[in-house]
């Protein structure tokens, strides 16, 4: 299954809900990716107001 972007938070996900915002709005046409390992520590986390791991999309 191809990963979709969450519209709201941006998050790359392979299932029908995401898992952080619990929204079921995704799109297939996204641009670039953030690979977050660890959300406290990271200074692109932090300007980007992001604060769970993972990964998420640059533009949708």
Known sequence: MA???CKKCKL??????CPICKGNKFSDSWKG???IMDPEKSEIAK???L????EYVIKI
Do not use: M, P, Q, S
């Open 3 to 5: 990963k979709k972007a």
């Open 12 to 17: 790359l996900v392979e299932g029908n809900v």
């Open 33 to 35: 990716r953030l690979f």
């Open 47 to 49: 300007r980007v107001g």
């Open 51 to 54: 604060k769970v791991k993972g």
